[in-house]
């Protein structure tokens, strides 16, 4: 039970990671500046679009309760957060 919800808890941050990075695409957040730069707005596409899609997967991961397609679903999430942070690192003035 406390697995399922902790499942659901990181969907849910999935979720608004890649909603965030969607909505912001092309206008400034943080220390970026997607408008002036196109090549940032594509990453912040592709990323935002990925992390919806870990976000769903894990909701239907934390639905169905297999264990190893949860596993799964969760180390390709931890992989993808680790690599949109360190792609957007590239990006920093």
Same mark, same amino acid.
């Given at each position: 039970?406390?697995?399922?919800?902790?499942?659901?808890?990181?969907?849910?941050?999935?979720?608004?990671?890649?909603?965030?990075?969607?909505?912001?695409?092309?206008?400034?957040?943080?220390?970026?500046?997607?408008?002036?730069?196109?090549?940032?707005?594509h990453v912040l596409i592709f990323w935002g679009t990925?992390?919806?899609?870990?976000?769903?997967?894990?909701?239907?991961?934390?639905?169905?309760?297999?264990? #190893?397609? @949860?596993?799964?679903?969760?180390?390709?999430?931890?992989?993808?957060?680790? /690599?949109?942070?360190? @792609? /957007? #690192?590239?990006? #920093?003035?």
């Amino acid at each position: 039970m406390l697995i399922t919800v902790l499942i659901v808890i990181f969907a849910l941050i999935a979720l608004y990671l890649g909603w965030y990075l969607l909505a912001h695409r092309n206008r400034s957040f943080l220390v970026f500046k997607p408008q002036n730069t196109p090549s940032l707005s594509h990453v912040l596409i592709f990323w935002g679009t990925e992390l919806i899609l870990i976000g769903v997967l894990s909701l239907v991961a934390a639905v169905l309760g297999i264990l #190893m397609f @949860t596993v799964i679903i969760l180390i390709i999430g931890c992989f993808s957060g680790t /690599l949109m942070a360190l @792609t /957007l #690192m590239t990006y #920093m003035h």
